[in-house]
């Protein structure tokens, strides 16, 4: 893809090289810091491209985001929270002072050997730093330059920085998402929208780049994230004029569709047909028939009346027999797991979705994988080897020597 293709260093938890995967020949300078900008940088290092994390002194922020904190290092120790280890494995730190005129310059040299340059600064910091996309352009005309924010980089409110939570609620989602109140979603959404979204973005400037020899802008933002996931509850109001509230743990727009309590633990159920109604009804002893429940429309009508039929009959028996019979008859229904429980599931690692790592100075870490896997590769990501989360600073003697190698 570009004339920047590297030879990785031989890592110390492998056999031989790191380069493969469908990204190996390119590098991306990794700027960001945070979540949503590390979240885009690592997709791209799972599928092989060559990660620079450049840090400032004292690190990305989340190095700090404690506790908890991995493993248990003593005074003197690195000191890294298990929210850095979440975001940033495959890739290499190098540690510049962007003020100063020597790292600067040291920063401008990766430009020039890049493909990709990531960042989610405030909008207008790089500029005065000097780097401004002319300036980018000038020194790579081929950069593909990936920029975050939190509510968009022009209109009205711009300048507003981004946080997660701030950006669920002023998106809309917290609008829905809860029982008696707004919520947010148990982990950081936003964030993570936007780093995917990025990510995707960025791949298709580099395709686009294959055609034209150029690369461009890739911009997206929070907000943008929240609001790209409305789905069906942004056309409810745009297209039905119908403001949605709260829905819990329920589909508001189908039902049986949701958690149910039984004599144990709860399960979900999804009765997404009238087919399965059928099916699901007649299992569990209700009447399939029955005037309040004959279609989707009148069981969403009657939904309260036909949850409280369901934990009825739910509550005469354990949650695993009803798994066990609504699975067999074709029903989809599921546990709610814990989030230990998942990591242990056979399921969760058959798909490697988790991923043994050695790290310099914590030893063996088991991390969270990537959600993509190639047909040739039993692991996820395009990788078969992924590098843990670097120690600050880890990797910046050997980034100068590559550069000085031209």
């Not at 700090?64 to 493993?71: D, E, R």
């Not at 040299?109 to 493909?115: E, F, G, M, P």
């Amino acid at each position: 893809m570009s004339e920047s293709t590297y030879d990785a260093p031989a890592d110390s938890q492998a056999d031989g090289p790191l380069a493969d995967g469908p990204l190996a020949d390119l590098v991306v300078v990794d700027l960001t810091r945070a979540l949503a900008g590390p979240q885009a940088a690592m997709m791209l290092g799972d599928l092989g491209a060559r990660v620079i994390k450049v840090e400032s002194a004292t690190g990305d922020d989340t190095r700090a985001w404690g506790p908890p904190w991995t493993g248990d290092p003593g005074p003197g120790d690195p000191h890294d929270s298990t929210y850095f280890m979440s975001a940033n494995r495959n890739k290499e730190s190098i540690v510049l002072d962007l003020k100063d005129d020597a790292d600067r310059t040291v920063l401008e040299r990766l430009v020039v050997r890049a493909d990709v340059l990531l960042e989610n600064f405030r909008t207008g910091v790089l500029d005065r730093l000097g780097l401004t996309v002319a300036r980018l352009h000038e020194l790579n005309p081929r950069l593909v330059i990936g920029s975050i924010s939190g509510f968009g980089h022009d209109g009205p409110e711009a300048g507003r920085a981004g946080y997660d939570q701030i950006a669920q609620g002023e998106g809309g989602l917290m609008s829905v998402t809860g029982v008696d109140q707004p919520t947010k979603v148990g982990v950081p959404i936003a964030d993570l929208l936007a780093g995917m979204n990025l990510a995707y973005g960025v791949v298709a400037a580099l395709h686009e780049r294959s055609r034209t020899g150029r690369g461009r802008v890739v911009r997206t933002s929070l907000l943008a994230g929240i609001v790209g996931v409305h789905a069906f509850q942004g056309t409810r109001w745009t297209l039905a004029g119908e403001v949605p509230g709260l829905s819990g743990s329920h589909h508001p727009a189908i039902a049986p569709y949701g958690i149910f309590a039984t004599s144990t633990s709860p399960v979900q159920v999804a009765v997404g047909s009238e087919g399965l109604w059928q099916k699901f009804a007649r299992a569990i002893g209700l009447d399939p028939g029955d005037e309040r429940y004959v279609t989707n429309r009148l069981r969403v009508a009657h939904r309260d009346e036909l949850v409280a039929d369901i934990e009825t009959a739910f509550a005469t028996h354990p949650a695993e027999h009803w798994l066990d019979l609504l699975l067999d008859v074709g029903i989809p229904a599921g546990k709610v797991r814990s989030i230990d429980d998942v990591y242990e599931w056979e399921q969760t690692r058959s798909q490697g979705l988790v991923l043994d790592v050695d790290h310099p100075a914590y030893g063996t870490l088991r991390l969270a994988g990537s959600p993509i896997r190639f047909d040739d590769n039993a692991f996820s990501g395009g990788r078969s080897r992924h590098r843990p989360p670097p120690l600050l600073d880890e990797h910046g003697s050997a980034i100068r020597a590559w550069l000085d190698e031209g």
